[in-house]
């Protein structure tokens, strides 16, 4: 079976700085694929960022960027000069054969 | 890019009564859909694989009699809640994939905006 663990329920940034999103994560595939999504108030899931197992190189989106740890089996998601619309619930996720496994999410608050 | 439709957006239904949610793929060709379901501040979990032109795949613990999905169209899946409880009131998500986004898309969902169920 294939977990995904979110140890943050709430982080919080201050707006314009770095926050750091903790993601762990247990598979058996060799094959998969690590996403972090963003929930916002409006409940639509958006695809922030995504990373294939097999690629060493992290994968990096404008401000968003991940740090994979694939023997840790550790997926951060860094979000750098924190924006107002930054504020959502993020959540992680395992996939393989495009069915993903959630982690309970991390919500994010943005002061200004 | 790729769009999901899902409609209703909110729907509210005395208990007892069938509910039906449509999930259509609006610009592309969808062979694969998946409903998940989410408890408010929870996570999403997911209930069953629709294909078109054969049977869901149901996930451990989902009722197929209670869940009833069809796929029987490349852009469209709905999923029927028959007779609806209480417990059933939930805001339920589909996503879709989109076959022809080849090796770039791989693994890459689009999800709908999702459907609150509330079961009076």
């Known amino acids: 079976a294939q977990t995904v663990t979110q140890s943050q329920p709430e982080m919080s940034v201050q707006e314009a700085e770095t926050v750091t999103l903790s993601c762990t994560y247990d598979?058996?595939?060799?094959?998969?694929?690590l996403f972090w999504y963003k929930q916002p108030p409006s409940r639509q899931m958006i695809l922030v960022i995504r990373q294939e197992a097999y690629k060493q190189q992290n994968a990096t989106e404008n401000r968003f960027s991940v740090n994979f740890q694939k023997a840790a089996k550790s997926f951060s998601l860094k979000i750098s000069d924190s924006q107002l619309g930054d504020a959502a619930m993020y959540f992680c996720?395992?996939?393989?054969?495009?069915?993903?496994?959630f982690g309970k999410g991390t919500l994010l608050t943005v002061n200004p | 890019g790729a769009v999901v439709s899902q409609h209703p957006s909110r729907v509210i239904c005395k208990s007892g009564t069938s509910v039906k949610i449509e999930c259509r793929s609006l610009d592309f060709q969808a062979t694969t859909m998946f409903w998940y379901r989410q408890f408010p501040k929870k996570s999403l979990m997911l209930m069953a694989t629709?294909?078109?032109?054969?049977?869901?795949?149901?996930e451990q613990g989902v009722e197929k009699d209670k869940f009833l999905i069809n796929h029987a169209s490349l852009t469209l899946s709905t999923l029927t809640v028959t007779s609806a409880h209480p417990e059933d009131s939930s805001f339920y998500i589909c996503?879709?994939?989109?076959?022809?986004?080849?090796?770039?898309?791989?693994?890459?969902?689009?999800f709908g905006a999702g459907s609150r169920l509330t079961v009076l």
């Open positions: 996503s879709a994939r989109d076959v022809g986004q080849g090796a770039y898309g791989a693994n890459v969902l689009t």
């Open positions: 629709s294909n078109e032109g054969s049977k869901a795949t149901y």
């Open positions: 598979t058996s595939e060799s094959d998969y694929y």
């Open positions: 996720a395992l996939g393989g054969n495009y069915k993903l496994t």
